[in-house]
């Protein structure tokens, strides 16, 4: 069993619905498709899409380039072997987990193929089979944002994300407290400024919404002002940008900075890195969730088959980008929100999607 060819697609995923953060807007990310072909004629998909060039410090051509060196290094190797193709890939390439990435969640839809196995059942079996997600309401007027979360709830959804910061904090809480007035019981709202206030801003804010049931996401940009922010803050600090891997994370936790993650899978550098992280907070009863900042059918199935592994009581979801960009790489299969929450795919082995030959036209490059 080897890997004999690897290919590379491009394909555009453009925002069809308002996607504003503090730092950028989502227009037209290229998401970047691997296709894993192994010596049985098995195909394998990752996936990695960024949503803007500014919201993490990598980019999708970027994610395409680190795959000239990445793409040739596993050729010939056992795609069944997650750590030995991991530790091959950071032999070849410092960093870049985007790129690693989709070729670690190619070769975890081929496992699955090979074994005739889901990857959930690979990554120890579903303790849920309804995952919970969460809807992000982006930044706009205080209006806007009271009538998105009424209708986000309307439809079903109880986890709403409030965007915020790039702009006066006094614009950012009344938009938090205009949400707060339709916010019904049992729905939970956390605000991610995705970097966007200084310690000082996020203080205050909190200082002024105390009253507010909420959390705040990744308020700050590094992990000694979320640190500051903590020890100020009336609200639970949920950790996103700054989780980049295992050790950041030990440590947040082990300082008592986060009160839960939010985790990108590409950021991680792919399910096998991310299993572990699942494990050490699962292990210290850490609220995480599985997800991507963008992306198709591919990564929302490795993060709702990640979602499906994670203690229910410790899930905060997985969350798709499917709404905003409407569309699927497979039609029947592709992951969908209903009542709030997403099921398995159920499309067979692996990832549980059917991705037709030619879906993603002619590849951009042929590893072989
Ligand atoms: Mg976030």
Redesign the pocket.
């Known amino acids: 069993m080897a890997i004999k060819e690897v290919r590379v697609y491009s394909t555009p995923l453009a925002a069809k619905h308002l996607y504003n953060m503090s730092s950028s807007a989502v227009t037209t990310p290229y998401s970047t498709i691997v296709e894993i072909i192994d010596s049985s004629g098995h195909r394998g998909y990752g996936e990695a899409c960024l949503a803007s060039p500014q919201y993490q410090p990598a980019h999708n051509d970027g994610v395409r380039n680190s795959l000239t060196i990445l793409a040739p290094a596993i050729i010939g190797h056992d795609p069944t072997q997650l750590s030995v193709l991991n530790a091959i890939m950071n032999s070849a390439l410092d960093g870049h987990s985007e790129g690693k990435a989709a070729l670690d969640i190619a070769c975890w839809d081929l496992s699955g193929k090979i074994f005739n196995r889901s990857v959930v059942d690979l990554l120890g079996g579903a303790l849920q089979h309804n995952i919970i997600t969460y809807h992000v309401v982006g930044i706009g007027t205080p209006e806007y944002a009271a009538t998105e979360a009424t209708r986000l709830q309307n439809e079903g959804i109880t986890r709403i ?1 409030l965007k915020a910061g790039g702009r006066p904090i006094q614009e950012d809480i009344a938009s938090i407290r205009a949400v707060a007035e339709v916010i019904q019981p049992g729905t939970d709202l956390a605000i ?1 400024t ?1 970097r966007g206030w200084t310690t000082a801003e996020a203080i205050q804010v909190s200082s002024a919404c105390r009253d507010i049931t909420l959390s705040l ?2 308020p700050c940009a590094t992990e000694s002002e979320l640190s500051s922010v903590k020890q100020q803050s009336h609200h639970p600090i949920v950790v ?2 700054n989780s980049t891997d295992i050790g950041a994370i030990a440590r947040m936790i082990a300082n008592g900075l986060a009160d839960g993650f ?1 985790l990108k899978i590409t950021r991680l550098g792919g399910l096998t890195n991310m299993r572990a992280v699942r494990d050490l907070c699962m292990q210290t009863r850490t609220p995480m969730s599985a997800d991507d900042a963008w992306g198709g059918d591919i990564i929302a199935a490795a993060g709702v088959a990640m979602g499906a592994t994670l203690q229910p009581q410790l899930s905060r979801g997985a969350w798709l980008a499917h709404p905003y960009h409407q569309t699927h790489y497979d039609e029947h299969n592709g992951p969908r929100i209903e009542n709030g929450y997403v099921t398995l795919p159920q499309g067979g082995p692996g990832l549980g999607l059917v991705i037709e030959e030619g879906r993603f036209g002619e590849p951009l490059t042929i590893y072989k």
């Open positions: 994300q991610d995705n996401e990744q996103d940008e939010g």
